[in-house]
């Protein structure tokens, strides 16, 4: 059974940092973008930050940049999102997300329709 299982999160200070895991297992990331998303307590879910297959696409929610950094180790089957300078209102559960990346994608997209798979939220608390 395919899954992503994200871990990493936790109690962090503002202007602390995380490092959030998604490992996959039962599928082969290398032919999938992932998505990182995050609900926040009352709030929609929002796209945080995506990266293309072979990590040669990234892109950024604007209130992240600069902040957050996705990377990918396709041999290990996982994707990182290193979160520095977190603020209170990063506070959310995080979710890793992959679809199936078309051929001739442009741009990776940060849109909760059409995942393939989710994994189960690792929760991230940014506070004094």
């Known amino acids: 059974q395919p899954q992503l299982v994200e871990s990493g999160g936790g109690l962090a200070q503002p202007g602390g940092s995380l490092r959030l895991s998604c490992a996959a297992s039962?599928?082969?990331?290398?032919?999938?973008?992932i998505v990182w998303f995050r609900r926040a307590p009352g709030k929609e879910r929002e796209g945080v930050s995506c990266i293309s297959k072979t990590g040669g696409n990234i892109n950024y929610v604007e209130s992240v940049k600069g902040r957050f950094a996705i990377s990918r180790d396709n041999a290990k089957n996982t994707v990182y999102l290193q979160m520095n300078s977190l603020k209170p209102e990063d506070t959310a559960v995080y979710y890793c997300?992959?679809?199936?990346?078309?051929?001739?994608?442009?741009?990776?997209?940060?849109?909760?329709?059409?995942?393939?798979?989710w994994g189960q939220g690792t929760q991230v608390t940014v506070s004094s």
């Open positions: 039962g599928i082969a990331l290398d032919y999938y973008t």
């Open positions: 997300a992959a679809y199936v990346e078309a051929w001739n994608q442009a741009m990776c997209v940060m849109n909760d329709k059409g995942m393939n798979y």
